[in-house]
């Protein structure tokens, strides 16, 4: 031991000294004596209570009051911290995309917002608003018409069925009739525009409101030939768009109206129009559809069905006239395979409703054309957002799959030829090789072996080639699932005739199970 050790105890040692105060030391003492910052404790005497964040305490306004008046303005730009990226931020980028996809359907199932109308225009009574609308073209003035019929486009918008309904049809005929002219006296190009754009919106507006109502107008044909008229004037897409679907109003209540376009220049107008809005200027594309102009293509193609409803062979009738061969030409750049994977533009069923009406030479001119890639490339969208994706959206098949199953089915009828190009689409030749030299060789095996032959048999109950996901497999899949009869019908019927009417081929391709159903709701 290095330091010496203690010396004991005299007789002259005094004992320590008791403290100042009969209190205990530490934090079980009661209440704690100051703390000494020149004292080095034990146990210190705990200090004040520890509050809550800021931003969770509210400020005494007695105390605080309002803000500084001499303190600077908030930073209109604080600086915000970006997260870094790292791979687990994937999900969260897919969720993000996910609702903005569900909330770009919503907006399309509701439709464009409505114009606003202020306070002081709605509380304008709607005498007053048509009583405006027929004086507007008394001095030819773009304006004052803007201006009126603008007012009704927006009170009709607004759900204002008054001033739909009792708007007379007088003033609806004289304003298609008035407008050619005020657009042939106006210099200026922008009021023209507006003034086009106001007079033919309202009109499709009031034409729609009349037609859910029950109302007709009165000279269906004279304004039908007004329509037209315009649509030959250099006007706004959305003026031709508003054209097109009041001329559909007017073809579904007035037959004088279709009996107006089909046996006039109307058609060839019409097919003009699609030909202007769908095809390329140059056609150095094959066709290649012009994505700007989508609504207008739809409002014409959705005519053209309602007139082919109406008379068939002058819409889509002979293929040596010159109309319905440029909307043949149409057709088939609308039903144009060049578009994202499991997306079907609605342009595309607009003309597959449309293809439905056309004779079997039209499918016979596609067949020749080289189209039955496309319709297929149309059809497999529908059915694998249907069957596989299970999007909410085309959970209505008979709407939906039927009708480009049907021009599919109406495709592999048309001869031989059209029935190889379908069933080699379906039913690739290579696929087929591998499974015949397969069924050969447990045919010849099944006959030694007992057991073998019970599992072949067993097997035949599914199709022969279930490949997941492929076209062949999901026709078999609406023929067996589907809960709709007339899409499991024209699925079976195409299975059958790509296999050319053999029931044989027909059971091994589609299964017993699927088979024998549809065998069953053909007997009864």
Same mark, same amino acid.
């Given at each position: ?73 908030? +930073? ?81 918008? +607004? ?66 030939? +007004? ?298």
């Amino acid at each position: 031991m290095d330091a010496p050790l203690p010396k004991p105890p005299t007789d002259d040692a005094k004992p320590p000294a008791p403290p100042k105060e009969d209190r205990p030391i530490g934090p079980w003492g009661g209440e704690p004596m100051p703390a000494d910052p020149d004292k080095d404790e034990d146990w210190p005497a705990p200090g004040p209570e520890i509050p809550a964040p800021y931003q969770d305490q509210r400020p005494d306004p007695e105390v605080f009051g309002g803000p500084d008046p001499g303190a600077p303005p908030p +930073n209109p730009n604080p600086q915000t911290f970006e997260k870094p990226r790292f791979m687990c931020n994937a999900l969260d980028d897919a969720e993000a995309e996910m609702r903005k996809l569900w909330a770009w359907r919503e907006r399309r199932k509701r439709g464009p917002p409505p114009d606003p109308v202020e306070d002081d225009e709605r509380a304008v009574p709607a005498a007053e608003v048509w009583a405006a609308c027929a004086v507007a073209f008394a001095e030819a003035d773009a304006i004052d018409v803007t201006l009126a019929w603008d007012l009704l486009r927006r009170r009709v918008a +607004n759900d204002d069925n008054e001033c739909a309904t009792g708007l007379a049809s007088k003033v609806l005929e004289d304003g298609l009739g008035g407008l050619e002219t005020v657009l042939e006296a106006e210099d200026d190009d922008e009021a023209m525009r507006a003034c086009a754009d106001a007079v033919c919106g309202a009109w499709a507006r009031c034409a729609k409101a009349r037609e859910a109502s029950g109302g007709v107008v009165e000279d269906a044909a004279a304004c039908a030939s +007004n329509l037209l008229d315009l649509m030959q004037l250099a006007l706004t897409v959305r003026a031709y768009v508003a054209c097109a679907e009041s001329l559909q109003s007017l073809c579904r209540t007035s037959p004088e109206a279709c009996h107006e376009i089909l046996h006039g220049e109307g058609v060839r107008v019409l097919a003009t129009a699609l030909a202007w809005c769908v095809l390329d200027e140059d056609m150095s594309k094959g066709g290649l559809l012009k994505v700007v102009d989508t609504d207008l293509g739809c409002a014409l193609v959705d005519l053209l069905t309602v007139l082919a409803g109406a008379d068939a062979t002058k819409v889509v009738g002979d293929l040596k006239a010159e109309a319905p061969a440029l909307i043949g030409v149409c057709l088939r750049a609308i039903l144009l395979d060049e578009r994202p994977q499991w997306t079907v533009p609605p342009l595309c069923k607009s003309g597959v409703h449309l293809l439905l009406r056309a004779p079997e030479s039209y499918y016979a001119w596609l067949v020749a054309n080289g189209s039955v890639p496309r319709l297929l490339t149309l059809l497999e969208p529908l059915v694998v957002l249907y069957l596989v994706e299970r999007d909410p959206d085309a959970q209505e098949p008979d709407l939906q799959v039927a009708p480009c199953l049907e021009c599919v089915l109406r495709s592999a009828r048309c001869g031989a030829e059209g029935r190889a190009a379908t069933k080699a689409w379906i039913y690739p030749p290579k696929d087929d090789e591998r499974w015949r030299a397969a069924l050969a060789a447990n045919a010849a095996r099944a006959q030694d072996d007992e057991e073998f032959a019970e599992a072949v048999e067993e097997r035949r109950k599914h199709p022969v080639d279930p490949e997941p996901y492929a076209m062949r497999t999901l026709l078999v899949e609406l023929m067996y699932k589907c809960p709709q009869k007339r899409t499991r019908r024209l699925a079976g019927d195409l299975v059958l005739e790509l296999c050319g009417g053999d029931r044989a081929e027909f059971e091994l391709r589609a299964g017993t199970d699927a088979a024998g159903r549809y065998w069953k709701e053909g007997s009864s």
